[in-house]
């Protein structure tokens, strides 16, 4: 199948940029640092035309199952982490954003492909509008948690001047700061819209907008831990690693929100990965 050639060649490139930024990362190398972003985006761009492919092979959008939402959760984090203008300035952070689409690239690689009819409640036109708002969210949240670690990591190299070499080529603690700020409100505003649309799809599907399911569960907490991390800068001045560690937190609650449901509750209405 064409999709599956264009994916593993997309893999490859991935990986290739995932040394790329690593080799910069370490030493400092300006011959990595001309590979590593066109490598990306060569990663982007085959992953792109593979999960077209399966869309027009699959006759629906191909976000039903587990290889194609570690596919899509790849692919989605890093178009948006191209597509920032604001952390384009910031070369280094790649160095945090690569590993994790190639290791949700992995994931899926070992992923059953093949192509399956869609369950019923799948048979829906909310399909790529509530899968595609969720894991714009999930790519926010990603981002933001991806400037916090690089806040720890500048912060704690601030304070340790023997560690100060490995955090050279990362922004300011200001930038850092501003850039979790901004990643984390979108991932805040996406994520209601996942929870606005999941709720409207639950209530045609099932009648009710509300069942309290695991995934369901965790998306609302997980926007609570955004909302709660604005309200303690704003209130409490959280602006300093609290804050950070804050938005950790909120990453390790998309992972729970983005398998949650099936490893949590097998027979649940959100069991559609595994």
């Known amino acids: 199948m064409a999709n599956v050639?264009?994916?593993?060649?997309?893999a490859l490139m991935y990986g290739a940029s995932t040394l790329a930024h690593v080799a910069c990362w370490i030493?400092?190398?300006?011959?990595?640092?001309?590979?590593?972003?066109p490598s990306l985006l060569a990663a982007v761009s085959l992953h792109g035309l593979a999960i077209v492919l399966r869309w027009v092979?699959?006759?629906?959008?191909?976000?039903?199952?587990a290889f194609e939402s570690f596919s899509l959760y790849a692919w989605g984090l890093t178009v948006v982490y191209l597509l920032a203008g604001s952390l384009r300035?910031?070369?280094?952070?790649?160095?945090?954003?690569?590993?994790?689409?190639?290791?949700?690239?992995?994931?899926?690689?070992?992923l059953p492909t093949r192509?399956?009819?869609?369950?019923?409640v799948l048979?829906?036109?909310?399909?790529?509008?509530?899968?595609?708002?969720?894991?714009?969210?999930?790519?926010?949240?990603?981002?933001?948690?991806?400037?916090?670690?690089?806040?720890?990591?500048?912060?704690?190299?601030?304070?340790?001047?023997?560690?100060?070499?490995?955090?050279?080529?990362?922004?300011?603690?200001?930038?850092?700061?501003?850039?979790?700020?901004?990643?984390?409100?979108?991932g805040l505003v996406f994520m209601t819209g996942a929870i606005m649309s999941g709720s409207m799809w639950a209530e045609k599907?099932?009648?009710?907008?509300?069942?309290?399911?695991?995934?369901?569960?965790?998306?609302l907490v997980t926007w609570f831990i955004h909302a709660l991390y604005f309200y303690l800068r704003h209130s409490a001045h959280w602006r300093?690693?609290?804050?950070?560690?804050?938005?950790?937190?909120?990453?390790?609650?998309?992972?729970?929100?983005?398998?949650?449901?099936?490893?949590?509750a097998p027979d649940s209405h959100h069991d559609f990965l595994f």
Do not use: K
């Not at 030493?27 to 972003?37: E, I, N, W």
């Not at 092979?57 to 199952?65: C, Q």
């Open 123 to 186: 048979q829906s036109h909310w399909l790529p509008i509530h899968v595609g708002i969720s894991f714009t969210a999930y790519a926010f949240s990603t981002l933001a948690f991806v400037a916090a670690v690089a806040y720890l990591h500048q912060e704690r190299a601030l304070r340790q001047p023997a560690r100060r070499s490995w955090a050279r080529q990362l922004p300011s603690l200001e930038a850092l700061d501003g850039l979790q700020r901004r990643m984390a409100v979108l």
């Open 240 to 264: 300093d690693r609290r804050g950070a560690w804050l938005l950790v937190g909120g990453f390790v609650s998309v992972l729970v929100t983005f398998v949650g449901a099936d490893l949590l």
């Open 57 to 65: 092979e699959a006759g629906y959008a191909p976000f039903s199952n």
């Open 205 to 219: 599907a099932w009648g009710v907008v509300w069942v309290w399911e695991p995934q369901q569960t965790a998306s």
């Open 115 to 120: 192509i399956e009819p869609l369950v019923p």
């Open 27 to 37: 030493g400092g190398s300006r011959r990595c640092a001309r590979l590593s972003r």
């Open 89 to 110: 300035r910031y070369a280094a952070l790649g160095v945090f954003v690569t590993p994790l689409a190639l290791l949700s690239i992995l994931v899926a690689s070992v």
């Open 5 to 10: 050639v264009g994916f593993f060649l997309a």
